[in-house]
């Protein structure tokens, strides 16, 4: 069964350094989004992506924060200056139509900012 | 703005017991209501999901009724299994609109 790889499972880095979790959504899907859930509270929805551009972005999603698609098969979201409260678990999904119905996600990325 | 709030974990149980987490909602218009399930080290997938009043979304023996009434939706199983042990997110996702609002998930340990 197709599903969405997520690289790397677990990513550590020092405060103020840029990161880049990517993300590989299933083939024929069209539209992607960015999910992050801080230890012990709820998963919040932060961007969704489609037709190369941001459809969608939560008051979460300010300019650190940028998502692109370089290659037509990943998804990379780039924290530009890390900060603490970034720690979170960072899951992607993707959808083929767009349809809250069909979403798949990634088994996640966990960044830990120090 | 619309939340989700569902009971806080870790809910423990023996293997055959009955299982319910409890799930609430506020939402200003007709939400569609979902169960995902995240094992350990995979991702979220979705367990079952409702789109209107009374419906009942049901998968793997797991049932959730969509109460507009009570604004509930409730999880439930008859007989767990040590393989449910996982993580269960509430979620819902208002008409029109392609994002999911979450509930913080509760954990399920099944021991045999």
């Known amino acids: 069964e197709p599903e969405v790889t997520q690289t790397p499972s677990h990513q550590v880095t020092q405060m103020g350094q840029e990161v880049i979790l990517r993300c590989v959504p299933i083939s024929n899907h069209l539209y992607f989004y960015w999910y992050r859930q801080i230890l012990g509270q709820k998963v919040e929805f932060l961007v969704s992506?489609?037709?190369?551009?941001?459809?969608?972005k939560s008051e979460i999603f300010d300019d650190q924060f940028s998502v692109e698609r370089p290659d037509g098969s990943n998804f990379t979201l780039k924290i530009r200056s890390t900060k603490l409260e970034d720690s979170a678990m960072y899951f992607c999904?993707?959808?083929?139509?767009?349809?809250?119905?069909?979403?798949?996600f990634g088994s996640g990325t966990q960044l830990s900012v120090l | 703005g619309d939340s989700v709030t569902q009971m806080e974990g870790p809910v423990t149980l023996s293997e055959e017991a009955f299982l319910t987490i409890n799930c609430t909602y506020t939402a200003t218009g007709y939400p569609s209501l979902f169960w995902y399930v995240q094992y350990p080290g995979e991702g979220l997938q979705l367990l079952l999901k409702?789109?209107?009043?009374?419906d009942k979304g049901s998968n793997k023996g797991f049932e959730a009724t969509y109460r507009k009434e009570t604004t509930s939706f409730h999880l439930e199983k008859g007989s767990v299994q040590v393989s449910d042990s996982a993580v269960y997110f509430c979620a819902l996702s208002d008409l029109g609109d392609n994002k999911l609002i979450f509930g913080a998930g509760t954990r399920l340990a099944v021991h045999p």
């Open positions: 999904a993707s959808s083929p139509d767009g349809g809250n119905q069909k979403l798949f």
């Open positions: 409702a789109t209107k009043a009374d």
């Open positions: 992506f489609y037709n190369n551009e941001i459809s969608e």
